[in-house]
């Protein structure tokens, strides 16, 4: 059932776009660095749950949208900053309903025009959708209330990357707010987006995979609003 329905939603969004043109558009090769980070990081991995079907669902949901991540601004560090909400209520009649409520934030900030890399990723995952208020461990389930995770990545100007793993921190969103959905459909599966905004705010507290004594910490304020997308799916 997950495996159809993670073959479906990936043939979806190949066939659609990411929106019209963007006034505040991320180049090609920023782009690129952060899926890279993403990918070499989250591939094949079961860090952010017991679910090993996790990550090409991620993959295929948040890639196509990172582009209209907003620009946070605090002195002279920028951030981009993205929310993703997602809604999925997918029956069947052998038992294995794909039922899921959660949010994902994906940040990154200090792209190099020249080496194409990029200084730091975030990805962090919680459980339902706003308002919500998780507490950042190692690992979690998507159906646990009040818990989430979460990675930090690190990209050296050679390209090798370094990944610390939440050991704290949080996850806040106060709200959300959307405009009108664009629907697809296929394989008796629709699948709506919904552009909008999310409020609330994130610290988090990781430690490196391959050494627990190295640790990272990050936190950002979006209480004004951040660019958010709700993916809605629904199934017969």
């Keep these: 059932m997950r495996r159809l329905l993670l073959l479906t939603l990936t043939a979806v969004v190949a066939c659609s776009d990411a929106g019209g043109v963007?006034?505040?558009?991320?180049s090609g090769p920023e782009l690129a660095a952060v899926r890279h980070a993403l990918d070499?990081?989250?591939?094949?991995?079961?860090?952010?749950?017991?679910d090993t079907t996790l990550y090409p669902t991620l993959a295929a949901l948040v890639f196509p949208y990172i582009d209209r991540a907003s620009r946070i601004v605090t002195?002279?560090?920028?951030?981009?900053?993205?929310?993703?909400?997602?809604?999925?209520?997918?029956p069947s009649d052998t038992?294995?309903?794909?039922?899921?409520?959660?949010?994902?934030?994906?940040?990154?900030?200090?792209?190099?025009?020249?080496?194409?890399?990029?200084?730091s990723v975030f990805f962090i995952v919680g459980s339902?959708?706003?308002p919500v208020n998780d507490s950042l461990r190692a690992h979690f389930f998507i159906d646990t209330a009040g818990t989430g995770t979460g990675l930090v990545i690190h990209q050296d100007t050679d390209s090798s990357l370094s990944t610390w793993l939440a050991r704290g921190g949080h996850l806040v969103t106060t709200a959300s707010s959307y405009g009108a959905g664009r629907t697809l459909g296929g394989a008796g599966l629709s699948w709506t987006t919904y552009r909008g905004t999310v409020n609330g705010n994130f610290?988090?507290?990781?430690?490196?995979?391959?050494?627990?004594?190295?640790?990272?910490?990050?936190?950002k304020d979006f209480g004004s609003g951040a660019r958010a997308l709700k993916v809605r799916i629904r199934g017969s």
Aim: aromatic residues 4%; glycine residues 10%.
């Design 95 to 119: 038992g294995d309903s794909l039922i899921a409520d959660f949010t994902m934030l994906l940040g990154w900030t200090g792209f190099d025009t020249l080496t194409k890399t990029i200084d």
């Design 22 to 26: 963007d006034p505040d558009a991320i």
């Design 75 to 90: 002195g002279s560090d920028t951030t981009r900053l993205l929310g993703i909400e997602m809604d999925i209520r997918v």
């Design 203 to 219: 610290s988090i507290t990781a430690k490196l995979v391959s050494d627990t004594t190295n640790v990272r910490s990050s936190a």
């Design 40 to 50: 070499s990081a989250l591939a094949g991995d079961t860090l952010l749950s017991s």
């Design 128 to 130: 339902g959708r706003a």
